[in-house]
């Protein structure tokens, strides 16, 4: 699904945040992306999606290189991942429902079919009730679980989760993964990033450990540190 060699991206200031970045995701896996603060997580994931590109080395997702492609295939390319971003990235002035059926919206899926996709994830994470506030009229962890609707509401097979339980009580955390996990079951490969100890040592699922832009621990079942 994801396979980068030597990847390397150093931003316009100078500053590295990903060197010689080597590693293979396979269809249908699980995988956590740890490390401190700074040490590329949410810059790994911006290559993947193409909202930065490459200094130097390979990433493919599926069979796409995706430094080579042209600005009209990026829309296209895109379609088939969701992202939970850190900060959300909700629409203001849209609200819960709108939100989510936009992801729809542009991909031109009928009005049938939006509706019962849209109100079949608002269930899902438990906000058919929210559905016409707009997110400031939500809390934090309510803005995070519709932006894990409007990430899975077009079946990717790949999402991409960058610190979906950033925000958070540990029960809706848990929540947030019993779906994550159960998305992963029907097929779509799980890419999280987290700070999150107690999740990653719990599910015991593959753990890539990232500190200053390299890779320094890649384990099948591992934890959120070495000696977990
Ligand atoms: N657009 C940018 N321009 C310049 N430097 C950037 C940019 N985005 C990130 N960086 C730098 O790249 C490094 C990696 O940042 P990144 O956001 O990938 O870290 P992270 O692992 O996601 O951290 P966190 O756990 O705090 O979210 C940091 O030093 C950061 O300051
Ligand atoms: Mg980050």
Redesign the pocket.
């Known amino acids: 699904m994801i396979t980068t060699r030597n990847l390397t991206k150093r ?3 100078g ?1 590295v ?1 990903l060197q010689d970045f080597s590693l293979h995701i396979d269809k249908g896996e699980f995988v956590f992306l740890v ?10 994931i ?1 290559l993947v999606i193409r909202k ?1 590109l490459p200094t130097s080395g390979l990433l493919k997702v599926g069979n796409m290189d995706v430094a080579l492609l042209k600005k009209n295939e990026i829309p296209y390319f895109r379609r088939n991942i969701g992202v939970i971003f ?1 900060d959300f990235k909700l629409l203001p002035n849209k609200t819960v429902y709108e939100n989510i059926s936009f992801a729809l919206e542009v991909i031109e899926a009928d009005t049938r079919e939006i509706k019962i996709r849209v109100n079949y994830v608002l269930d899902l994470v438990g906000l058919t009730h929210k559905r016409n506030e707009f997110p400031s009229e939500l809390s934090g962890g309510e803005q995070q679980r519709v932006s894990l609707a409007r990430a899975i509401v077009n079946r990717p097979h790949l999402l991409l989760a ?2 979906p339980t950033g925000n958070l009580d540990p029960e809706t955390s848990w929540g947030i993964m019993e779906l994550l996990k159960e998305i992963n079951k029907r097929g779509t490969t799980v890419v999280m ?1 987290t ?1 999150n100890k107690d999740i990653v040592d719990r599910l015991r699922r593959r753990v890539v450990a ?1 500190e200053n ?1 390299r890779i320094i621990r890649d384990e099948l079942k591992g934890g959120y540190s070495l000696e977990d």
Do not use: C, L, M
Not at 35 to 44: E, I, L, V
């Open positions: 931003f316009s200031n500053v945040a490390g401190p603060s700074g040490a590329g997580k949410s810059s790994f911006n930065e850190q960058d610190e990033a700070h990232i832009g």
